[in-house]
T-cell receptor
Framework: GQQLNQSPQSMFIQEGEDVSMNCTSS?????WLWYKQDPGEGPVLLIA?????ELTSNGRLTAQFGITRKDSFLNISASIPSDVGIYFC????????FGAGTRLTVKP | DAGVIQSPRHEVTEMGQEVTLRCKPI?????LFWYRQTMMRGLELLIY????????DSGMPEDRFSAKMPNASFSTLKIQPSEPRDSAVYFC?????????????FGQGTRLTVV
């Protein structure tokens, strides 16, 4: 099946710092999606990207759809404690596959 | 919109028992996905449906697992007989088909414990 390689696996940062995480794949995707999961909850959609090269922002979040359609990154600026959680990338063609997640810890 | 609704939220069952997990997708969505989440394996796609038809069930781990979507507003994932290694959180997600606005939205999951 299609493999998504997400990095880093975990990040420990100070409040106010910027964060960057990315996903790569050997396969091309038509859509890239970024989700956040809090403990005991389902993943919640943060950003959806539909076109190669697309750069999209949602508040302090910025994500890009790589020009090759095989990668995407997510940036979080000026992190705050409530950014804590696990962030997942997902690539969609007909099905939808997930990366292994990036666990973010923000120290006040 | 109430979002994707899964039931039950928690299920504890004895090994060998049948387990049925339920999902109501968002109204108007005609793609539905079942995932299993564990610490070791992350989010694994088990099966997905388009227009109530199973498209790819290659992620279903064994014949003990089966999924149905009898209509556009309901799907079930059944495990019979259940085993302790099936313990995980099972998620359902729904979306419009690929090629349209393809954001997928998740339910809150069913935490299954098989003892």
């Amino acid at each position: 099946g299609q493999q998504l390689n997400q990095s880093p696996q975990s990040m420990f940062i100070q409040e106010g710092e910027d964060v960057s995480m990315n996903c790569t794949s050997s396969s091309i995707f038509n859509t890239w999606l970024w989700y956040k999961q809090d403990p005991g909850e389902g993943p919640v959609l943060l950003i959806a990207l539909y076109k190669a090269g697309e750069l999209t922002s949602n508040g302090r979040l910025t994500a890009q759809f790589g020009i090759t359609r095989k990668d995407s990154f997510l940036n979080i600026s000026a992190s705050i404690p409530s950014d804590v959680g696990i962030y997942f990338c997902a690539g969609r063609n007909n099905d939808m596959r997930f990366g292994a997640g990036t666990r973010l810890t923000v120290k006040p | 919109d109430a979002g994707v609704i899964q039931s039950p939220r928690h299920e504890v069952t004895e090994m060998g028992q049948e387990v049925t997990l339920r999902c109501k997708p968002i109204s108007g969505h005609n793609s539905l996905f079942w995932y299993r989440q564990t610490m070791m394996r992350g989010l694994e796609l088990l099966i997905y449906f388009n227009n109530n038809v199973p498209i790819d069930d290659s992620g279903m781990p064994e014949d003990r697992f089966s999924a149905k979507m009898p209509n556009a507003s309901f799907s079930t994932l059944k495990i019979q007989p259940s085993e302790p290694r099936d313990s995980a959180v099972y998620f359902c997600a729904s979306s419009s088909p690929a090629g349209q606005n393809t954001e997928a939205f998740f339910g809150q999951g069913t935490r299954l414990t098989v003892v």
